[in-house]
C-alpha cells in the first residue's frame, strides 16, 4: 500500500519557502519537490485559501508564506490539506453481523480514536518554526563535521 506522504511534502515545501527571500514559482519548488508545476500549484492554491501562502503573478511573482512560521502549526497545513487519513490500518468488515467481529472492530476503533487524537495533538505542538529551526541546527551540525573532515 502506498502511504500518503502529502502533509510531509507540503511542510518541506513551505521550509523551502521559508529559506528564500525572494518568492519561488511553481516551477522552482517543482524542481526542488520532484513533481510537475501543476501539482504544486494544486497544493499550495489550497494553503492560499487557508492564508498560510500569498502568491504575485507576473515577472518577479511566485509564492511567498503570508504568516510567521511560529504561527503555523503542522495540524494547520494537515487541516489545509484535507485532513488525509493518519492510519493505514482499518476494520474487517466481511460479516457485519458477527460477534467477534463486532468486538474486535469496536476495539480497533477505540485504539484508532485515541491514536489519531493523540497524533493530532502532537502535530497542534509543532509549528514551522521549530522545524525550521530544527534544520537550522542540522545544516550547522553538518558544517561542522564537514569542517572537521577537511581538518582531519
Known amino acids: 500500500m502506498k502511504r500518503d506522504s502529502r502533509l510531509s511534502g507540503v511542510l518541506h515545501i513551505l521550509l523551502h519557502m521559508a529559506e528564500q ?5 511553481s516551477d522552482q519548488l517543482a524542481k526542488a519537490m520532484q513533481t ?17 501562502v500569498h502568491s504575485e503573478k507576473g515577472h518577479g511573482g511566485g509564492w511567498t508564506i503570508a504568516r510567521h512560521l511560529a504561527s503555523i502549526t503542522m495540524r494547520d497545513v494537515y487541516d489545509a ?21 463486532q ?35 542540522r545544516m550547522t551540525a553538518r558544517h561542522m563535521t564537514e569542517q572537521e573532515h577537511i581538518h582531519d
Not at 527571500?21 to 514559482?25: F, N, S
Not at 484535507?82 to 467481529?101: I, K, Q, S, W, Y
Open 81 to 101: 490539506i484535507g485532513r488525509p487519513n493518519l492510519m493505514a490500518m482499518g476494520n474487517r468488515t466481511d460479516a457485519p453481523g458477527c460477534l467477534v467481529e
Open 21 to 25: 527571500a525572494e518568492p519561488m514559482t
Open 36 to 52: 510537475h508545476p501543476v501539482v504544486i500549484r494544486r497544493i499550495l492554491g489550497g494553503l492560499r485559501d487557508a492564508g498560510f
Open 103 to 137: 468486538a474486535v472492530n469496536a476495539a480497533l476503533d477505540t485504539s484508532f480514536r485515541d491514536a489519531e487524537a493523540l497524533l493530532l495533538d502532537r502535530f497542534a505542538k509543532v509549528t514551522l518554526a521549530e522545524l525550521s529551526a530544527d534544520f537550522h541546527a
